[in-house]
């Protein structure tokens, strides 16, 4: 049995995998949460630090960086009857506790679940008043180390009822032990706040509804004036919503904290693990291009879901000496949430009549904007775009006149225009195609003496006909 645990434990330790677990994963393993001391000078559950079975960690159900190591050995305790004794693992794979320091094979080990824990081996002797949050092995002796040599930190068990002012028994061998009265005790560090952002949700495991609400009503107004030009007009909303959260349990995390989350691009401070309500404010500018004497009515609307989503997010822990720790957390989101805002703009019309007014179009930017010229085959364009066009229709540069502007335009000429085509396709298509046409058209003059002539054919066949058929009666009568 000593040999499988050592063979288990050497092949963990040799090949380790990030795993992440999650809350589903934590109510399936046999772990118990571990006891730190508070300001009060009484034990209070730890958030993050749990005692698991060995055979959670040779199964690789639980890796092997989560464990609370000491160099090699890692912090473990024994059961005996209704006491947990202190110990540490050696190289055999074994728990070494205890009483009679007997090595163990039946054990539990120190991790870290979450990977959301914070702790340090802080110094400690005799002379100094117990750390608040030292972990405890049981309601009598907490977490301890010092070192046998220079380099060699050994695991121990501190009392602070044991000899003068408390020591740190460590367990060498099976029959060997050694206390110290100075050396380090494993300290859990909280956290004062948590932030959460980064907020990532998984859309395609959403249980969520979307409805419309009217967040207000816009009336953008412009005075009279002489001036028939377009001009731009813009007013505030000034809109509030009820929104929710609630981030659900997440592994590791203390209920209660300070907390302030991001969540589509709108920040809200809450108490950790607790739901939240209240209203979201904000203001939304409208603005249009209005003529005088000419007003317009626009409706603000909101998209608002609801539901439980799952998420993945970045939980930073914020502590007291400004150092933070940053972690990537998942779980489920239960919200009621502004996600989108648009607007619903009605036509302009005239205050005073109630007439739709003009509306106003963009031009593309994309676009050029055409005016009339003294030659039709001339567009009015910008920069070196017209230089091209007047080279390549002229030879040379040359100076577009603009006609005033007119309700009737002029008429374009009757002339025939250049064929476009012919810079793409060889000069042969427009020769076959000028010789089909004029060879459709016939003058007026060829067209009447063609008829003349088939008027002429016509009558010389029907003379002949009758002059047969009375030469034929006449011989059948003398017959």
């Given at each position: 049995?000593v040999?499988?645990?050592f063979?288990?434990?050497i ?16 109510l ?12 009060f ?9 749990s ?16 464990l609370?190591?000491?160099?090699s ?47 340090e ?15 405890a092995?049981n ?80 009336v953008?107004?412009?005075?009279d ?9 813009e ?33 809200v ?11 979201q ?37 914020f502590?007291?000496?400004g ?26 019309y005239?205050?005073?009549s ?66 476009p ?8 298509d ?9 060879a ?18 016509e009558?010389?066949?029907v ?8 030469i ?8």
């Amino acid at each position: 049995m000593v040999n499988y645990f050592f063979a288990g434990l050497i092949a963990i330790l040799l090949v380790s995998k990030s795993i992440s677990l999650n809350h589903k994963d934590w109510l399936t393993l046999r772990t118990e949460r571990a006891y730190k001391l508070s300001s009060f000078k009484q034990l209070v559950t730890s958030s993050t630090l749990s005692w698991a079975r060995v055979e959670d960690i040779i199964s690789g159900k639980i890796p092997t960086e989560r464990l609370v190591l000491v160099g090699s050995s890692a912090v473990c305790r024994v059961r005996d009857g209704n006491r947990q004794r202190a110990g540490r693992t050696d190289l055999s794979g074994s728990c070494l506790a205890g009483p009679g320091w007997y090595k163990h094979t039946e054990y539990q080990v120190l991790v870290d679940l979450s990977a959301l824990s914070r702790f340090e081996w802080m110094y400690w002797d005799m002379y100094t008043l117990p750390q608040i949050g030292t972990v405890a092995y049981n309601s009598h002796s907490y977490v301890g180390s010092f070192e046998m040599e220079p380099g060699n930190q050994i695991i121990g068990e501190l009392d602070f009822s044991r000899g003068l002012n408390g020591n740190i028994k460590a367990y060498i061998s099976e029959n060997r032990t050694k206390m110290s009265v100075q050396g380090s005790a494993l300290v859990e560090i909280d956290p004062t706040n948590y932030k959460i952002d980064g907020v990532e949700l998984l859309k395609a495991r959403e249980r969520t509804t979307e409805t419309e609400v009217t967040l207000g009503k816009v009336v953008l107004s412009r005075p009279d004036s002489e001036a028939d030009t377009w001009e731009y007009v813009e007013d505030d909303l000034e809109y509030s919503v009820e929104v929710e959260q609630a981030w659900g349990h997440i592994p590791g995390t203390i209920k209660g904290l300070p907390s302030e989350s991001v969540l589509f691009n709108h920040s809200v401070e809450f108490s950790w693990g607790i739901p939240w309500s209240g209203i979201q404010s904000g203001s939304w500018r409208v603005g249009a291009n209005l003529l005088p004497a000419t007003q317009i009515e626009t409706f603000v609307k909101g998209i608002i879901k609801s539901g439980e989503t799952s998420f993945t997010a970045n939980l930073t822990q914020f502590y007291d000496d400004g150092k933070r720790i940053q972690r990537r957390v998942k779980g489920t989101l239960s919200h009621r949430s502004l996600v989108q805002i648009r607007e619903d703009r009605g036509r302009p019309y005239y205050r005073e009549s109630g007439l739709p007014a003009p509306e106003f179009h963009q031009p593309s930017p994309t676009t050029t904007t055409s005016v009339l010229v003294s030659d039709p085959r001339h567009v009015a364009a910008s920069g070196k775009d017209r230089l091209h066009a007047d080279l390549e229709n002229t030879g040379e540069p040359g100076q577009l006149t603009v006609q005033p502007a007119t309700l009737y335009p002029p008429t374009e000429s009757t002339t025939r225009k250049p064929n476009p085509l012919r810079r793409f396709y060889p000069e042969e298509d427009d020769i076959s195609e000028r010789d089909a046409v004029q060879a459709a058209k016939f003058s007026d003059k060829e067209s009447q003496a063609n008829r003349s002539e088939y008027i002429r054919s016509e009558h010389f066949y029907v003379f002949l006909f009758f002059h047969i058929s009375f030469i034929l009666n006449l011989n059948l009568k003398i017959l």
